[in-house]
Each structure stands twice: as structure tokens, then as C-alpha cells.
């Protein structure tokens, strides 16, 4: 395992992928932790921003076209985009179970799922965790 092809890669990837990576711990310390408490508005707030910046770098990445220089990725950042306000509108107006729910499914359908493409041989993740 090297950081050095996801260093070496031209930006907005290495942004990309060092925000994924870090939206994934936070959320992983999120879905572990207590609700509702500062550290978990404080974190929230973090992972927002870093989920927003994973979508709108992801429009600067085209390895993978299927629609001119776009791919279905580029579908799921957004609706990225759409839901974190919406997630984050439910947790102003108190209404938890929408928070969690939408919460939940940006943190396994964009960070999760979209991740596990990343490991698909040719792709940059992929040569950082198993080499060339």
C-alpha cells in the first residue's frame, strides 16, 4: 500500500479521495456514537462539508464516461447535493428519523457503495491499496 499514485494524480482527485476517506472515519465515529450531543452536531457538521466536497470535485473527474465526459457517478453527486440539506433540515426540525434515514443513506450509498468502485483495477484507489 503507497499514497505516492494518489499524490502523484492531478487535482481535484487527490482532494476527492483524502475527503472520502476522512467523511468515512467521521462517519464511522458518527453511527457509533451518541446522538444529539455537540461532538455529534460538531462532527455532523464537518461530514457535511466533506461530503459536499467529495460532489462537487467529483464534476472535475472523468475517468469513467458514459454521457459525454459524465458518468453515473456524477447522477449520485447530485443528488448528493439535493439530499445533505434536506438531512440536514430534518435534524434542525428535529425530526429524527429522516436525519438518520437520509444520513445513513448518503454515508453507504456515497461514500460505501460509490467507494467500492474506486478499488476497480485502472482506478487510482486501486493502485494505492494493491499497487500496479
Request: cysteine-free; proline content about 8%.
Amino acid at each position: 500500500m503507497s499514497l505516492e499514485p494518489l499524490l502523484a494524480a492531478e487535482q481535484p482527485v487527490p482532494i476527492h479521495a483524502f475527503a472520502a476517506m476522512a467523511a468515512f472515519a467521521l462517519g464511522l465515529v458518527q453511527l457509533v456514537g451518541p446522538m444529539g450531543t455537540l461532538p455529534h452536531r460538531t462532527i455532523g457538521w464537518i461530514w457535511v462539508f466533506l461530503m459536499a466536497t467529495i460532489a462537487v470535485s467529483s464534476f472535475w473527474i472523468h475517468d469513467i464516461r458514459f454521457w459525454g465526459p459524465w458518468s453515473p457517478i456524477h447522477l449520485l453527486s447530485i443528488l448528493t447535493l439535493v439530499m445533505l440539506p434536506i438531512g440536514v433540515l430534518h435534524a434542525r426540525m428535529h425530526r429524527v428519523p429522516g436525519h438518520k434515514r437520509t444520513m445513513i443513506s448518503l454515508f453507504v450509498g456515497a461514500l460505501v457503495v460509490a467507494g467500492a468502485f474506486t478499488f476497480v483495477p485502472g482506478r487510482v484507489m486501486h493502485e494505492v491499496v494493491f499497487g500496479e
